[in-house]
Each structure stands twice: as structure tokens, then as C-alpha cells.
């Protein structure tokens, strides 16, 4: 089941159940908005998070008449963008652009200064990028079986990077190698962006990044792409086979994204922005742009959000136990 498909799925199963909606306020939306917008974005520029955010920040712009301003608060893994949303007014001026990061906190963090389950109110489910396998074009394996027999003949000698310990570029590398019994270090950075210049630089040998980030890189031939991680191949990169079919039947990992404003924000508002972003996502510019990135877009209610941000947590749970890894 794809991505896309396993997310309907459970919207068909939890969206009756939800009870994440976003919360009705005492205040009217108003003028809303009457000042400059501001989403934070919790990785740095150049990552797949900070350039679908921009695609969508200046359409909901234009379509809105006032401008929406991108800021990036990288560090802990989205968690510093996190708490500061968190603890911002509830008035529709401060968002986040999530990712599926924040449904691994819970798990991997035993103290944070929020909690996902009752600081924010879920706005909407923008897309999910697949991830893609890449190395260093010196590294001499050419798919991902004469890879994976690389690691084997070489283990622990071979160095890999993330967006960060406990990220999704983390954590499905780490399946990636437990499911091959192979062992590999692991080199985090602050966000997809550094961890491929990383790759290119020969700094890691391998990475697993989001194919937004990658994309380029791999047309100038500076990383060689091995796999991606959807269930399917992708239109952008038709030539590269999926894990699934290669080695690991079933194997989809990804990293989906969305928009939240802090609890309490009223409904209105809430709404407001669900169908400003909806309209920017059926727009054929914004389409063409995220679809170019090897984006899927999704689209959802602020009620449908909210549960599949809350099966992503229990989801994740499981994968991060398994890990071992966890925080402080």
C-alpha cells in the first residue's frame, strides 16, 4: 500500500475518532490576517521541508494578500521549532511546517517542553516525500545489492549522514541496516540539506535524504541515487528501483508534512488557513512544483490531520523502541 493510500486508509478508520480537532476560540478571525504570517520551518534552507514550505508560503501569500514569512529554527531533531510554535500566540500569525518528526519526538525524547497531543492544532496535511539512497559516485557499488555487499565486506568501515539522531533519514537508514544485519556510523547533521553536501563532499559515504534534496544532485551525477524508499518508482527518477522490489519487500519509509498553529487557536482561523492552503495545493503552479520534487500531495481536514498525526505516534512509537534510541 502506497504512502498515499495507507494515509486514506486510516483517515477512513480514525477521522470518527479524532479528538485532536482544532479547538473553537472565543475570538473572531476577523480581518485575519491583518499583519505578516510566519512559518517556522524546524530544519534549515535547502532541506525538502524548507522548499515545499516556500512553494506553498508564497502561494497562500498571494492568494491572501499579505505576506508570509519563512523562518527556519533548526536543531533537536524540528523540537526547537516545535516549542517556540507551541508557546506562541494562538492567533493564526505563528505555524509551523512540520514534518513526520514530530511523531517520533514522543518516543525519543523521555522530556520535552511540549506535547504534540495537546500544544497544536493540526491545520492540514500538505504531502509526503519518498526517501532516496544515495553515495558518494567514489563509492564502488553501483545498485543497492553490490551496496549491501560492500557493507558486508566492510563493516562499520563505511560512514552515513541524517537530518539529525532519531530523524526519519535516521531511523530508516537504521532499518535499512538492521533489516541486513549490516553495521555502518552514523554521522548526524542539523537537516537534510548539510547531511547530502555532506555525501557529495565525500565527508559520508552514503546517505538517505529526502528525494527533494537529493534530486538535483543526482542529475549533476554528484551522488549516485541507489533506491527509494516508495513503493513504487518515481517519475522524476523512473530509472531507480525502489527497496522494495530490490531487497526489502514491503519497505516504504518516508517523510510527510503538514501545518500547525498553537492550541487554541480559534476554529475560524483554523479553517481559514485549511482553505487557503487546499487552494494553493490544487493550483497547477504549486503542483507542478512539489510534483517536480517527487512530492505527493495529499491535502486533508484539520479533523483527518489530527488523526493521522495521532496513528503516526503510535506508529513510530513502536520503530523508535526498537531503536534503542532515545534522549534525555
Known amino acids: 500500500m502506497s504512502m498515499q493510500k495507507r494515509f486514506w486508509a486510516i483517515l477512513a478508520s480514525l477521522v470518527l475518532a479524532a479528538s485532536w480537532a482544532a479547538p473553537a476560540g472565543a475570538q473572531s478571525a476577523g480581518a485575519y490576517p491583518n499583519r505578516p504570517v510566519k512559518i517556522v520551518v524546524p530544519f534549515p534552507p535547502g532541506g525538502a521541508t524548507d522548499i515545499i514550505a516556500r512553494v506553498i508560503g508564497q502561494k497562500i501569500s498571494e492568494q491572501m494578500g499579505q505576506a508570509v514569512i519563512i523562518e527556519n529554527k533548526a536543531g533537536a531533531n524540528g523540537n526547537i521549532a516545535s516549542e517556540f510554535v507551541a508557546k506562541a500566540p494562538p492567533d493564526g500569525y505563528t505555524l509551523i511546517y512540520n514534518t513526520s518528526s514530530v511523531a517520533l519526538s514522543p518516543a525519543l525524547y523521555k522530556k520535552l517542553n511540549f506535547d504534540v497531543r495537546t500544544d497544536f492544532a493540526p491545520v492540514i496535511l500538505t504531502s509526503a516525500v519518498p526517501l532516496l ?136 482561523i483554523v479553517n481559514r488557513l485549511n482553505a487557503e492552503v487546499m487552494k494553493a495545493l490544487a493550483a497547477p503552479d504549486v503542483r507542478d512544483k512539489l510534483q517536480a520534487q517527487g512530492a505527493e500531495i495529499l491535502g486533508s481536514t484539520p479533523e483527518q490531520y489530527a488523526a493521522y498525526l495521532k496513528s503516526e505516534v503510535e506508529r513510530w512509537s513502536k520503530v523508535v523502541k526498537s531503536s534503542g534510541v532515545q534522549f534525555d
Do not use: C
Open 133 to 268: 539512497l544515495t553515495v558518494n559516485p567514489s563509492v564502488p557499488a553501483d545498485n543497492i545489492k553490490e551496496f549491501i555487499e560492500l557493507l558486508r565486506a566492510k563493516p562499520n568501515a563505511l560512514s552515513y549522514g541524517s537530518a539529525g539522531i532519531g530523524n526519519i533519514t535516521h531511523l530508516g537508514s537504521f532499518l535499512f541496516l538492521q533489516s541486513q544485519n549490516l553495521v555502518a556510523t552514523h554521522v548526524p547533521y542539523k537537516g537534510s540539506g548539510p547531511s547530502v553536501v555532506a555525501t557529495v563532499a565525500g565527508e559520508i559515504q552514503f546517505n538517505m535524504e529526502p528525494l527533494a534534496v537529493g534530486l538535483s544532485y543526482i542529475k549533476d551525477k554528484r551522488i549516485k541515487a541507489l533506491a527509494v524508499t516508495s513503493l513504487k518508482r518515481v517519475s522524476v527518477l523512473p530509472d531507480v528501483p525502489t527497496m522494495s522490489e530490490s531487497v526489502m519487500p514491503g519497505f516504504e519509509v518516508g517523510t510527510w508534512q503538514g501545518i500547525m498553529a498553537p492550541a487554541k487557536t480559534p476554529a475560524e
